[in-house]
């Protein structure tokens, strides 16, 4: 099983989400990626994107450090998707 981190912006969007079925969706990517699955993602450098075809089209953002840990970054939408890979890759270069 793969340890899963969460920064506090990605708890932050987390908890900031109003509809429960779309988090219970993003909660179960996470879960499936914890057991190596990580069904559909597109990676972008050093961080990955998963999609959640769900509303308006959720997206988690991660990297990985070592073989086990993954940090969650930043989550958002496909509206808001430019802005959150450059966010995203920016917290993984600090990292």
């Known amino acids: 099983m ?21 988090q219970a969706r993003i909660q179960v990517r996470i879960d499936r990626l914890s057991l190596g699955l990580l069904g559909d993602v597109k990676f972008f450098d050093s961080i990955g994107e998963l999609r959640i075809d769900y509303g308006p089209g959720y997206r988690v953002y991660f990297t990985r450090k070592g073989n086990e840990i993954v940090l969650l970054l930043s989550g958002g939408d496909k509206g808001s ?15």
């Open 81 to 95: 998707q430019r802005r959150d890979i450059e966010r995203a890759l920016i917290m993984a270069k600090d990292l």
């Open 2 to 22: 793969i340890k899963i981190l969460k920064t506090d912006t990605f708890s932050d969007w987390f908890t900031s989400l109003r509809d429960e079925r779309a």
